[in-house]
């Protein structure tokens, strides 16, 4: 994942804000409900209640939704500082309500873990857990601090002490759990829809390199013939212009340029295996491309093909799929960058299945992590993020890129470590790092003999 794409997700994550209609549509439903609250218990069950004060409560919510209408744009977006500001000031108008009508002693009194499991999907953790803490602090107060509930006849409306701390527990719990909960879910989610879109990135990107890789061989496939040409042209002029030194000469640098232009484009087309004469590649041919770009990297690449096939077993034909090749590559990428100095990579085909093995000699997967491989965003506290290669903030990223893409193929993924897996087997006895196995179902992935037949048409001009 480049540090481009990596900073536009978390970019998204820094501003995450929600609209300003949203939070006053709520309050509207609260003040409907307070309202109705108060004249249930006043007029069906006869309580005696601060009407006024009450009253007076719930018009200041009406007086900042009012102004929150007329005042701010429709499409206001919030900060998550002013999202916590009008969620701490609706539960602080919630503990003043509950105050004003018997505190805990209010079967209502549990709404107060409302707008923390309501924001914690919404602002950071640290947000989250200070609205935990005050609505924390308002039922330890509430407990102790608040107006009766009084009858008509003046009876107070009390629970037992016991039920009393229950209902103040039962609170504070739901607060933390519901807080707990709703964060992780939404944190989740967040994770996933982030690495799912560095996917979609990262398939696009390979996309729109083999699609341009098919253009230029294209394009040096039909410049082949004019190149041609020209080098012959130039060849037989400098023959007849031997004896002209200054024409001998422009016929040679003619010549020399061209064979240039054919380099340029011979290297330029190297990736451009997606032309109508390249959809389909042997299997050890497609694994080879796709580790290309780390064959320089200082790391030793051995390539075993046919492992388990029967000899002379030619490789099977496959469709040349983006998604394998840079699903493949990531895999490949991460066996250079933890390896000693050697990785192996085995192809192997059977009549059911086509299989390919990741093989390093580096220190391997955390054995904490291995039931982990593959989600987004895994960290591991034993291994410090490396300021030098940001791409990998966030472990995990890479392989969950590599792994969505292989299994949109068709594909299986295992995960292990090779001294686990290899330490009774003498000639893998070094390869005792990170091990990936990718297998397909052979009809899932092999091109058909149709295809391969198929007529390729006429060459494409530009």
Wanted: net charge negative; with cysteine; proline share 5%.
């Amino acid at each position: 994942m480049t540090d481009r794409s990596h900073g536009m997700l978390k970019s998204r994550q820094h501003h995450n804000w929600i609209r300003l209609r949203t939070l006053v549509l709520l309050r509207w439903w609260a003040i409907f409900g307070q309202v109705s609250a108060l004249i249930i218990a006043q007029k069906m069950y006869n309580l005696t209640l601060d009407i006024g004060l009450l009253y007076l409560v719930i018009g200041v919510s009406v007086i900042t939704n009012l102004v929150a209408v007329f005042i701010y744009p429709k499409n206001k977006r919030l900060s998550e500082s002013e999202t916590l500001l009008i969620v701490l000031y609706d539960m602080l108008q919630l503990g003043l309500m509950l105050y004003l009508t018997g505190g805990l002693n209010n079967p209502f009194s549990i709404l107060i873990a409302g707008p923390v499991m309501a924001t914690a999907s919404a602002l950071s953790s640290r947000s989250t857990i200070f609205l935990g803490i005050m609505a924390t602090l308002i039922v330890t107060v509430l407990m102790q601090v608040h107006l009766p509930l009084r009858t008509e006849q003046g009876f107070i409306l009390r629970v037992p002490d016991v039920f009393l701390f229950g209902n103040w527990a039962a609170i504070v719990i739901a607060v933390v759990f519901l807080g707990v909960y709703s964060r992780r879910i939404a944190s989740e989610r967040q994770a996933m829809s982030d690495a799912l879109q560095a996917t979609q990135m990262a398939l696009a990107r390979e996309q729109k390199l083999t699609d341009l890789g098919g253009v230029v061989a294209a394009a040096a496939h039909e410049l082949g013939t004019p190149l041609a040409t020209i080098k012959l042209a130039s060849s037989e002029l400098a023959t007849e212009l031997a004896d002209n030194p200054e024409l001998h000469e422009d016929a040679i640098l003619i010549s020399e340029q061209a064979d240039r232009c054919r380099d340029i484009m011979r290297s330029m087309g190297r990736a451009g295996k997606d032309d109508l004469h390249m959809r389909t590649a042997p299997f050890s041919a497609l694994i080879e491309e796709a580790a290309e770009p780390h064959m320089d990297r200082g790391i030793v690449i051995h390539f075993q093909h046919g492992v388990q096939a029967s000899p002379n077993s030619a490789p099977p034909i496959v469709q040349r799929q983006p998604e394998i090749i840079h699903g493949i590559r990531n895999l490949v990428q991460n066996a250079v960058d933890f390896a000693q100095d050697t990785i192996w990579v085995e192809t192997s085909w059977t009549p059911l299945s086509i299989t390919v093995r990741i093989m390093d000699n580096g220190q391997g997967y955390p054995p904490g992590m291995l039931d982990r491989i593959g989600e987004p965003f895994v960290r591991h506290s034993s291994q410090p993020s490396d300021p030098n290669r940001p791409e990998y903030e966030g472990m995990g990223l890479g392989l969950f890129i590599a792994k969505t893409l292989l299994e949109r193929s068709g594909a299986e993924l295992s995960f292990a470590n090779g001294f686990d897996s290899f330490h009774s087997r003498v000639s893998h006895a070094d390869r005792t790092g990170a091990v990936v196995e990718v297998s397909w179902p052979r009809a899932k992935l092999e091109s058909s003999a149709d295809q391969e037949r198929t007529a390729l048409g006429k060459n494409q001009h530009f």
